[in-house]
């Protein structure tokens, strides 16, 4: 009796310890700091709160992914001086990247030719400051949040991509 306890002992922390070495070895999820997208004047302001909300939730189904909160990034832009306004070339997105821990700094602009909306993101590795896009164009319609939508699933695809595939493409580019 007492032997079968001590192999029960002994089993269970076999396998309590085989769990806690999985978990200190698995991988953490990249951060992503969302700057935001800028929206032409003859658009609302939503579709940018929308995209953002729908990158959030695509990001947060990743298990390779995880967002910083945009109350983190404030923090950080107020400790450094920074404004979100200010956050126009890819040298300062890059620094507040870098000063939030994040791997992948984001921004973008949505804007409309015609019947056309064009949705156009930018992201810089913060580790190697290489700059990769996506865009998109969605013909106008009243299914507007399904092209959101749409964009917020391939951005989030080509940002666990490159985690992925690390190597430099022929689009990448540096930041400068």
């Not at 984001?106 to 909306?117: A, E, H, P, T």
């Not at 940002?159 to 430099?168: G, I, R």
Request: charged share 25%.
């Amino acid at each position: 009796m007492k032997i079968r306890k001590d192999l029960l002992v002994i089993l269970l922390v076999i396998i309590w310890g085989g769990n806690c070495l999985a978990v200190v070895g698995a991988a953490q999820p990249a951060k992503v700091a969302l700057i935001g997208f800028k929206v032409d004047s003859s658009l609302d302001q939503a579709l940018a709160d929308k995209l953002r909300l729908l990158i959030f939730a695509q990001i947060s189904t990743s298990d390779k992914l995880v967002m910083l909160e945009r109350k983190h990034l404030k923090k950080i832009m107020a400790e450094h001086n920074l404004s979100m306004s200010g956050l126009v070339s890819a040298k300062s997105q890059l620094r507040l990247g870098l000063l939030a821990g994040a791997e992948f700094v984001v921004s973008g602009r949505i804007y409309q030719m015609d019947d056309k909306l064009y949705i156009n993101a930018k992201a810089i590795n913060a580790k190697t400051t290489k700059v990769f896009g996506l865009f998109r164009s969605y013909k106008k319609s009243g299914k507007t949040d399904s092209s959101l939508e749409k964009f917020a699933e391939a951005i989030t695809r080509k940002l666990v991509e490159k985690l992925d595939k690390p190597q430099q493409s022929s689009s990448d580019k540096v930041a400068e």
